[in-house]
């Protein structure tokens, strides 16, 4: 049962029972009311801030379990799963400016993964191709994708098993690139379609980004 609160210039002699403890009722600015901790406190102006003071500290210990909360719920989603195909390197070259240049560009497949080779055995099957989109100052002359290795795909009892043309682990395109004089920032991409033995993904483009300085 709550108690009713008692007007300040008694709250010296008069109390009233709350839990285990006696708290006077303490009229703040305005129509609200504050309950005074531990016993009945007199109605000084010293004993009043004190008491402000204390409910003031009160609040402030709320806080970092409700800052908590927000933090804890982000560290309980899973962290973000890493691309089937990862690009590994070069990230800034420097070639003669004006002139072909061969680019080596390293990938490599996550494990128990494979894609389809830049030629795969069916016009159905996505192939693995690399693209720059135009850009001032150079361009993608040749792209020369390594042959895919066999994969067989046994797919039930009463179906032939099928040979696939995959890259599995890395895997290395050569390129062939033209630069006018200075630094560009190379923005190509990688489209792939990767499969698991039994499963596969959408396909996917992952950035593929060089510094390219021409001198």
């Given at each position: 049962?709550q108690?009713?609160?008692?007007?300040?210039?008694n709250?010296?002699?008069?109390?009233?029972?709350?839990?285990?403890?006696?708290?006077p009722?303490?009229?703040?600015?305005?129509?609200?009311?504050?309950l005074a901790p531990?016993?009945?406190?007199s109605s000084?102006?010293a004993?009043?801030?004190a008491?402000?003071?204390?409910c003031f500290?009160?609040?402030?210990?709320?806080?970092?379990?409700?800052?908590?909360?927000?933090?804890?719920?982000?560290q309980?989603?899973?962290?973000?799963?890493p691309a089937?195909?990862?690009y590994?390197?070069?990230?800034?070259i420097s070639?003669?400016a004006?002139?072909p240049t061969?680019?080596?560009?390293h990938f490599?497949?996550a494990?128990?993964l494979h894609?389809?080779?830049?030629?795969?055995?069916?016009?159905?099957?996505?192939?693995?191709?690399?693209?720059l989109?135009?850009?001032?100052?150079i361009?993608?002359t040749?792209?020369?994708?390594?042959p895919?290795?066999?994969?067989?795909?046994?797919?039930?009892?009463?179906?032939?098993a099928?040979?696939?043309?995959?890259?599995t682990?890395?895997?290395?395109?050569h390129a062939?690139?033209?630069?006018?004089?200075?630094?560009?920032?190379?923005?190509?991409?990688l489209?792939y379609?990767?499969?698991s033995?039994?499963t596969?993904?959408?396909?996917h483009s992952?950035?593929?980004?060089?510094?390219v300085?021409?001198?």
């Open positions: 049962m108690a009713s609160p008692i007007p300040i210039q709250a010296d002699k008069r109390c009233f029972k709350v839990g285990r403890g006696f708290i009722g303490i009229k703040t600015m305005g129509s609200s009311w504050a531990e016993a009945c406190f000084t102006l004993q009043i801030q008491l402000f003071l204390i500290a009160s609040s402030l210990a709320i806080l970092p379990l409700s800052a908590q909360a927000p933090f804890s719920s982000l309980s989603h899973p962290a973000a799963k089937a195909v990862a590994l390197f070069p990230e800034q070639i003669a004006d002139k061969p680019v080596d560009l490599k497949v494990a128990g894609v389809n080779s830049h030629t795969p055995r069916s016009e159905e099957l996505i192939p693995t191709t690399l693209k989109p135009e850009t001032p100052g361009r993608l040749k792209t020369d994708f390594p895919g290795t066999d994969f067989t795909l046994a797919i039930g009892s009463d179906t032939p099928e040979k696939l043309s995959v890259y682990g890395e895997f290395i395109v062939e690139l033209v630069a006018a004089k200075g630094e560009h920032l190379v923005q190509a991409t489209r379609q990767a499969c033995s039994d596969c993904m959408p396909p992952i950035p593929v980004a060089i510094d300085i021409a001198k």
